[in-house]
């Protein structure tokens, strides 16, 4: 069992995350054309009905994993999975920044690494936190 402490900590990094995720999902899902805009370059940024349907999908399951995070009680487990799983977004981050990907995206596509970093620490703060918690309620017991 966690303090109320720690699990207030915790819960406002889970909010905080999910808040990020189905914000810019709705926004995906809802103004596909002004994403599409302000994150590709204009050789790149075309918009059509493929484009408009492939970024509403992309904005929905980032809406669902924001609903997911938002109402699941995560664990120290859970946290550190969700923070590895962002390792391959900052791979995309990165080969669109200053790899073979760059001039496809926007500079705001750092804004994006930056965001990936915060979850990434946020999951794995979130994490050390239940473990640290969980090992001193072990030590009193």
């Known amino acids: ?19 990020c995720y189905s914000g810019l999902g709705a926004w995906c899902l809802f103004h596909p054309a002004s994403v599409i805009a302000l994150g590709f370059t204009p050789s790149y940024a075309i918009f059509n009905r493929t484009t408009s349907l492939l ?16 109402t699941s009680d995560m664990t120290a487990k859970s946290f550190t999975i969700f923070g590895a799983a962002m390792v391959p977004y900052l791979g995309f981050n990165a080969w669109f920044g200053i790899g073979p990907g760059r001039g496809v995206l926007t500079k705001l596509l750092w804004l994006d690494f930056v965001g990936n970093l915060i979850f990434l620490s946020g999951s794995l703060f ?16």
């Open 55 to 70: 970024t509403r999908c992309f904005g929905a399951q980032a809406m669902t994993a924001g609903l997911l995070l938002a």
């Open 126 to 141: 979130a994490a050390k936190l239940l473990r640290d918690d969980e090992e001193d309620q072990k030590k009193q017991q």
């Open 1 to 19: 069992m966690t303090t109320p402490q720690t699990q207030e900590t915790v819960r406002r990094i889970q909010w905080g995350m999910a808040s």
